[in-house]
């Protein structure tokens, strides 16, 4: 029996085993170029040290150059201006740190406002993923936000003397002040991730706990760990041609980055071909060539997929029934999910009644939302972000009155006035009289005919004689 071409499907299982790992949590914090005062991670980043160890991360200065440093088994890069106070990074370094990311790390860039020298020091850094750093400065918060992970449940963040940033593709704008400036811009590049903030001190021990800049900042870190994007696989139809000379399957592994389940031509990493036999030779009673099949089923997690995925199975049909039997598998290999990340915060809604008042003049109903930043299942007054007030209408009056004869009504009637009671007192005033209608009495009817005359009565008493 004739057997078809189908090694190189394992070269899906090849590409997903050497992806970066999801679950990687090493951080190195260049200081090569020169620390500005006791800006490390010993000194005025030593909370937001505590908070990432805290968090299952290892933080670790580097200084011999990221250029030869190895990198293998880092998971995110720091470039900050407080650490290139001396040197500007090279042409090595920049191509290094690019590197590092396409192949999946995440970097964080640290600029600072238009007075600091030192941001041109990490401009070429910035500049290779289309940022530039400190045209401004700013003393706003960021309370501005455009939807995206590291802003998810971040109200305010509070800034020190910021630079404004420019961003262009694939960097997006994600958190401004209140003038309009971009201080926070992040993006996927490759398949790793980059997040610029024009801001060094917005995360030193004296700012870290103010406003949401905790939460902002582990939030950078847990989306820049995590992976671009989900590993797919999609099935589709081959006609018959160059690829496929009796046509087949065609089969792309792609980086689903825009999360909409479709293999889009800028995410497919990998493409095969999976391709019918040949029709048999034309004869008398000659048979048909055999079919290629191949099924895609949910992998529950264990041992083939930690996180469970889908197992793909390929074979030849070799009894035509157009089902790919278990007896003629000749290939499996399996997409697994990655590690699965930390829940997200929950948003909470009260409603409460409204007394009559300044919110709602005739009482209502308040309505609070926010988010459950403590999990505790309860909106605390802390955590309480937008109020609304649902009022309750004010009420429609009408009153009936007596209309004399006249130009409304030519034979008198009634007055039907009606209005809302714009002052709540129960009464109608004249100038809360929004309609008026008339209800008029009909003209008087014909006089009829004249009845039948009665019978004569009984004669009189006769009068006294006289």
């Not at 920049?94 to 999946?104: D, Y």
């Amino acid at each position: 029996m004739q057997r078809f071409a189908i090694g190189s499907i394992f070269a899906i299982g090849l590409l997903i085993l050497t992806s970066r790992p999801a679950s990687a949590e090493t951080v190195y914090w260049d200081v090569t170029h020169g620390t500005y005062l006791n800006f490390d991670i010993a000194g005025n980043y030593s909370a937001l040290t505590g908070q990432l160890t805290g968090a299952g991360y290892t933080v670790t200065e580097t200084s011999v150059g990221l250029d030869v440093e190895d990198l293998s088994s880092v998971d995110i890069i720091v470039v900050a201006v407080s650490n290139a106070w001396d040197s500007a990074y090279n042409a090595a370094e920049v191509a290094a740190i690019q590197s590092f990311v396409a192949g999946g790390g995440g970097l964080l860039i640290l600029c600072d406002e238009i007075a600091i020298g030192a941001n041109a020091n990490v401009q070429p850094v910035a500049t290779a993923f289309g940022v530039i750093c400190g045209l401004d400065s700013s003393n706003n918060s960021q309370t501005v936000w455009t939807a995206h992970p590291i802003a998810s449940g971040v109200v305010t963040v509070s800034n020190l003397f910021a630079g404004a940033l420019t961003v262009s593709p694939p960097m997006q704008v994600v958190g401004q002040d209140t003038g309009g400036r971009t201080i926070s811009t992040a993006g996927i590049v490759g398949d790793g991730k980059v997040v610029v903030v024009g801001d060094i001190n917005w995360v030193t021990n004296g700012s870290i706990s103010a406003n949401d800049n905790a939460l902002f900042a582990q939030n950078i870190f847990d989306w820049l760990r995590g992976p671009a994007c989900i590993v797919k696989v999609a099935a589709t139809a081959e006609a018959a041609g160059t690829n496929c000379a009796d046509a087949g399957v065609r089969i792309d592994v792609y980086c689903d980055k825009d999360g909409d389940g479709v293999a889009d031509a800028g995410e497919i990493t990998t493409t095969n071909y999976v391709c019918n036999g040949a029709a048999g030779t034309n004869g008398i009673n000659g048979n048909d060539g055999l079919s290629t099949l191949m099924t895609i089923t949910v992998e529950t997690a264990g041992t083939n997929c930690s996180e469970g995925g889908q197992r793909i199975d390929v074979g030849v049909d070799d009894d035509s029934s157009g089902v790919l039997d278990a007896g003629e598998i000749d290939a499996t290999t399996y997409v697994c999910n990655g590690a699965m990340g930390a829940d997200g915060l929950v948003t909470l809604v009260t409603v409460m009644a409204e007394a009559a008042g300044a919110n709602c003049a005739s009482g209502g109903q308040r309505v609070d939302s926010g988010i459950d930043t403590d999990a505790s299942g309860v909106l605390d007054a802390g955590e309480i972000t937008n109020t609304a007030y649902v009022c309750h209408g004010l009420q429609s009056l009408v009153e009936i009155t007596v209309e004399a004869a006249g130009t409304n009504c030519a034979n008198g009637g009634q007055r039907v006035d009606s209005g809302i009671d714009d002052d709540g007192n129960g009464t109608l005033d004249a100038s809360e009289i929004d309609s008026t209608a008339y209800v008029c009495d009909g003209t008087d009817g014909i006089d009829g005919t004249d009845g039948i005359d009665g019978t004569d009565g009984t004669d009189g008493t006769d009068g006294t004689d006289g």
